[in-house]
T-cell receptor, first 112, second 114 residues
């Protein structure tokens, strides 16, 4: 089945640690995105990539980093510089310049 | 100018009733307006979308109404069912940017009472 796979579903991080969230897609989409979801704030764009080896900052990129070494993969690292990382993280993909974005099932990150 | 404002924040409707969620935008370059449905603990899924060259689009019980001059669009859910209980997000993007990135509204939590 084609789709977007995010892992893990739940992640716990100690303060001061970096953690990496995985996102893989087999839809042959060129573009991939990371959104953060907090209660009452909708989805906010962290980073996006339109092509391999290229990515752009979104609205809330501080404290996050990404890589795009393969078309299918777009991992997100939440660094210790992110002061409030507890949130629900969603990965999405679409065709280049496309419209419909397909979302993964999300990773819930909690700082303990 | 990149914001999309959504209201109400929450909505309770009786089974069989009409649910209406409204969104407003400022950037006139937006040319794609989707609505996403999200169930708890899941990722959002595209429900229905519209482009500004039409004023209305209907798919089953779901209808988008679009008012270009007012820069507003709304989702109407006819004959609302308990299974429609979810969070709904409006969004907007502009194709000229060629990025595909979406600007989302704040979300509306819909509860349909049996």
């Amino acid at each position: 089945d084609g789709g977007i796979t995010q892992s893990p579903k739940y992640l716990f991080r100690k303060e001061g640690q970096n953690v990496t969230l995985s996102c893989e897609q087999n839809l042959n989409h060129d573009a991939m995105y990371w959104y953060r979801q907090d209660p009452g704030q909708g989805l906010r764009l962290i980073y996006y990539s339109q092509i391999v080896n290229d990515f752009q900052k979104g609205d809330i990129a501080e404290g996050y980093s990404v890589s795009r070494e393969k078309k299918e993969s777009f991992p997100l690292t939440v660094t210790s510089a992110q002061k409030n990382p507890t949130a629900f993280y969603l990965c999405a993909s679409s065709y280049a310049g496309g419209t419909e974005a397909f979302f993964g099932q999300g990773t819930r990150l909690t700082v303990v | 100018q990149q914001q999309v404002k959504q209201s109400p924040q929450s909505l309770i409707v009786q089974k069989g009733g009409i649910s209406i969620i409204n969104c407003a935008y400022e950037n006139t370059a937006f040319d794609y307006f989707p609505w996403y449905q999200q169930f708890p603990g899941k990722g959002p899924a595209l429900l229905i979308a519209i482009r500004p060259d039409v004023s209305e689009k209907k798919e089953g019980r779901f209808t988008i109404s679009f008012n270009k001059s007012a820069k507003q669009f709304s989702l109407h859910i006819m004959d609302s069912q308990p299974g429609d209980s979810a969070t709904y997000f409006c969004a907007a993007s502009h194709g000229s940017s060629n990025t595909g990135k979406l600007i989302f509204g704040q979300g509306t939590t819909l509860q349909v009472k049996p």
